[in-house]
């Protein structure tokens, strides 16, 4: 599943730029052009990394990456930091404030999409591997079977893509909308209770009699792998 970045850019054409390599590299793009937006975007869209610069209007971007970081269902999300500051104080009070990485305009495209992979792989080791792990849950991309304490459980394609998305981001809550979005993608048209069905298919697949429910059902909200009760 390709990662999404939320790029949280003013400049209109700066933010075309990234966009479009971001995209050549193989990443999906939400953007926000001003500091509320981005906290808006970061709960609806559950990015798996925010491009967060740091002049921005309404919010700065340092008290965007403060208040991410004070979000439970992001504390752990990856930020990093675009800007034109790059004084070491700055850099620092960037550090400081939350941001995992630092990048300094003028930048090499290049450089920028190689810094984001690194601190996504520190941040999901999980996806550097052919494995991804929960609980006694285990995918071999490689291989493409699933077992669960030992036990091959097989499912359709669109169950494995539905858990595989799930296993690369344990714990998040996601709405139908945005499961349509990252399963079946943006250009196919699905009605939003098609997710449903396969959510019940994918828990009759994974859970045996004797096994927790780990995938969770958020009352007017979505989905979410896990060990709470529905």
């Known amino acids: 599943m390709k990662p999404l970045v939320l790029v949280v850019e003013d400049e209109v054409p700066l933010l075309t730029l990234l966009r479009y390599n971001l995209e050549k590299e193989g990443f999906r793009v939400a953007e926000a052009r001003d500091g509320e937006e981005a906290l808006v975007a970061v709960k609806d869209h559950k990015p798996d990394l925010v491009l967060l610069d740091w002049m921005l209007p309404l919010v700065s971007g340092i008290e965007v990456c403060r208040q991410i970081r004070r979000m439970p269902e992001a504390r752990s999300l990856p930020i990093v930091m675009l800007t034109a500051r790059g004084e070491e104080a700055d850099k620092v009070r960037g550090l400081n404030s939350g941001a995992d990485d630092y990048v300094t305009k003028p930048f090499s495209p ?48 669109t169950e494995f893509r539905l858990l595989r998305f799930f296993l690369e981001h344990p714990g998040r809550v996601f709405s139908r909308e945005q499961l349509l979005d990252a399963v079946w993608g943006r250009d196919v048209y699905v ?40």
């Open 110 to 157: 290049s450089e920028l999409t190689a810094r984001l992979k690194a601190v996504l792989r520190r941040a999901r080791p999980s996806t550097a591997e052919d494995m991804l792990r929960f609980s006694d849950l285990a995918m071999d991309l490689t291989g493409h079977r699933v077992t669960r304490n030992g036990r091959n459980i097989h499912l359709g394609p």
């Open 191 to 230: 009605e939003p209770r098609t997710v449903d069905v396969h959510i019940r298919r994918l828990r009759k697949a994974v859970n045996g009699d004797d096994d927790l429910d780990v995938i969770r059902t958020v009352r007017s909200a979505g989905y979410a792998l896990d060990h709470q009760e529905a």
